[in-house]
């Protein structure tokens, strides 16, 4: 049913040429974004929805999860979309970069407001020519769906990823269940601990792109993910995976944006980062 990012998968780390090379290698038929939706619910918990999501055209699509728990989170999250989508309005080859930027974005605006501790997890995706690169900080998810299979192509920075890197069992820390959903990456963060990670994916006819808050990914299985996925409008998909969360227990805000990929028209080609007319 699920896979993990893998060694040589369609998922890898951008080094170097690597973008031009999977654009050259590839022989499927160049794929753009044919259908897209967006969703988001506060859940039964929260008293505010921390979540924040956007989207330029159909070529860059951001969500973004204000830390609970720390004042602000609702304004660093709103501020992550916001810079992502404006650092658009030009060609972007270095997303590491414009997230930096970002990222010190999110700390003037915290401590203007008094919140030295406002935070935000973000993923984004931005959709060229049959290539789709996701930039991710913290705990937000993508995932491709490929027919009845779902393949999630990020890693949380989470203590309890790192653990898990590290061969611990997590399962045997149940008194520590908490703790171990603490960031160890985050836009609002200095240094290093708001680095982020990005990768490239190259997207075929049918495949379909899930970009989601943890408020869908700790609530839901990816067995009950898939379903919402498949059969129905991207839209509608959006709306059921939130809803889905929501009857779960709605624990958190919850937000998913859906993307679906099919062929591109004669001389139709995708401009990552970039403004469409």
């Given at each position: 049913?699920?896979?993990?990012?893998?060694?040589?998968?369609?998922?890898?780390?951008?080094?170097?040429?690597?973008?031009?090379s999977?654009?050259?290698e590839?022989?499927?038929?160049?794929?753009v974004?044919?259908?897209?939706?967006?969703?988001t619910?506060?859940?039964?918990?929260?008293?505010r929805?921390?979540?924040a999501?956007?989207?330029?055209?159909?070529?860059?699509?951001?969500?973004?999860?204000?830390?609970?728990?720390?004042?602000?989170?609702?304004?660093?999250?709103?501020?992550?979309?916001?810079?992502?989508?404006?650092?658009a309005?030009?060609?972007?080859?270095?997303?590491?970069?414009?997230?930096?930027?970002?990222?010190?974005?999110?700390?003037?605006?915290?401590?203007?407001?008094?919140?030295?501790?406002?935070?935000?997890?973000?993923?984004?995706?931005?959709?060229?020519?049959?290539?789709?690169?996701?930039?991710?900080?913290?705990?937000?998810?993508?995932?491709?769906?490929?027919?009845f299979?779902?393949?999630?192509?990020?890693?949380?920075?989470?203590?309890?990823?790192?653990?898990?890197?590290?061969?611990v069992?997590?399962?045997?820390?149940?008194?520590?269940?908490?703790?171990?959903?603490?960031?160890?990456?985050?836009?609002?963060?200095?240094?290093?601990?708001?680095?982020?990670?990005?990768s490239?994916m190259?997207?075929?006819?049918?495949?379909?792109?899930?970009?989601?808050?943890?408020?869908?990914?700790?609530?839901?299985?990816?067995?009950?993910?898939v379903?919402?996925?498949?059969?129905?409008?991207?839209?509608a998909?959006?709306?059921?995976?939130?809803?889905?969360?929501?009857?779960?227990?709605?624990?958190d805000?919850?937000?998913?944006?859906?993307?679906?990929?099919?062929a591109?028209?004669?001389?139709?080609?995708?401009?990552?980062?970039?403004?469409?007319?």
């Amino acid at each position: 049913m699920s896979s993990d990012v893998q060694p040589g998968d369609a998922t890898e780390t951008i080094d170097g040429d690597l973008l031009a090379s999977l654009r050259t290698e590839t022989s499927a038929p160049l794929t753009v974004a044919v259908d897209w939706g967006s969703a988001t619910c506060i859940g039964n918990v929260r008293a505010r929805n921390e979540d924040a999501h956007g989207h330029l055209d159909d070529v860059l699509f951001v969500v973004a999860d204000g830390m609970g728990g720390h004042p602000g989170g609702e304004l660093a999250a709103r501020t992550v979309v916001s810079g992502i989508l404006s650092s658009a309005t030009r060609p972007i080859d270095d997303w590491v970069t414009v997230l930096r930027q970002v990222n010190d974005q999110v700390r003037i605006a915290g401590r203007g407001r008094g919140y030295d501790k406002a935070g935000s997890a973000v993923v984004m995706a931005a959709i060229g020519a049959g290539l789709v690169t996701i930039a991710h900080v913290g705990d937000c998810r993508a995932y491709r769906r490929r027919g009845f299979e779902l393949q999630r192509l990020t890693q949380d920075h989470s203590v309890r990823e790192e653990l898990l890197a590290a061969g611990v069992d997590t399962a045997t820390m149940p008194e520590r269940k908490a703790s171990l959903h603490a960031l160890t990456r985050y836009m609002g963060a200095a240094d290093e601990n708001a680095m982020a990670e990005v990768s490239a994916m190259a997207p075929i006819v049918g495949d379909r792109l899930l970009l989601c808050s943890d408020g869908v990914t700790r609530q839901l299985s990816e067995e009950q993910m898939v379903h919402a996925l498949t059969g129905r409008t991207c839209s509608a998909a959006a709306e059921l995976l939130v809803t889905m969360a929501d009857e779960a227990g709605g624990r958190d805000n919850a937000t998913a944006i859906v993307v679906e990929f099919g062929a591109a028209l004669a001389g139709q080609r995708g401009q990552t980062g970039r403004k469409t007319p």
